[in-house]
């Protein structure tokens, strides 16, 4: 089983800048990819980036390539969604998972954190 709890979100206008966390802990959260998704109202939970563990290896939808950047903390056992030049469209509640790193679809996923809102203003 793996925990993951989000914080960092919050109102930012147009763009600005946030970083969200991701704590994770559990026995087997290190075999993981740990992936970001975002949900607008009425729209379904879409991916957004994910880093492997095991050696930090990145992926990002194109949607928010050059914008947004994953890293991690291994000491903290913390990933972190540093998003840049934000923009209306990008306000959700963000989600972290932990998945098997070539697993990136929501419905297949079983470990969640609970969200957090990212409201961006124009």
């Known amino acids: 089983q793996v925990q993951l709890v989000e914080s960092g979100g919050g109102l930012v206008q147009a763009g600005g800048s946030l970083r969200l966390s991701c704590a994770a802990s559990?026995?087997?959260?290190?075999?993981?990819?740990l992936g970001w998704f975002r949900q607008a109202p009425g729209k379904e939970r879409e991916f957004v980036g994910t880093?492997?563990?095991?050696?930090?290896?990145?992926y990002y939808a194109d949607s928010v390539k050059g914008r947004f950047t994953i890293s991690r903390d291994n000491a903290k056992n913390t990933v972190y969604l540093q998003m840049n030049s934000l923009k209306p469209e990008d306000t959700a509640v963000y989600y972290c998972?932990?998945?098997?790193?070539?697993?990136?679809?929501?419905?297949?996923?079983?470990?969640w954190g609970q969200g957090t809102q990212v409201t961006v203003s124009s």
């Open positions: 559990g026995r087997t959260f290190r075999n993981y990819g």
């Open positions: 998972a932990a998945h098997p790193p070539e697993i990136r679809i929501a419905t297949l996923i079983n470990y």
């Open positions: 880093i492997r563990w095991s050696d930090g290896n990145t």
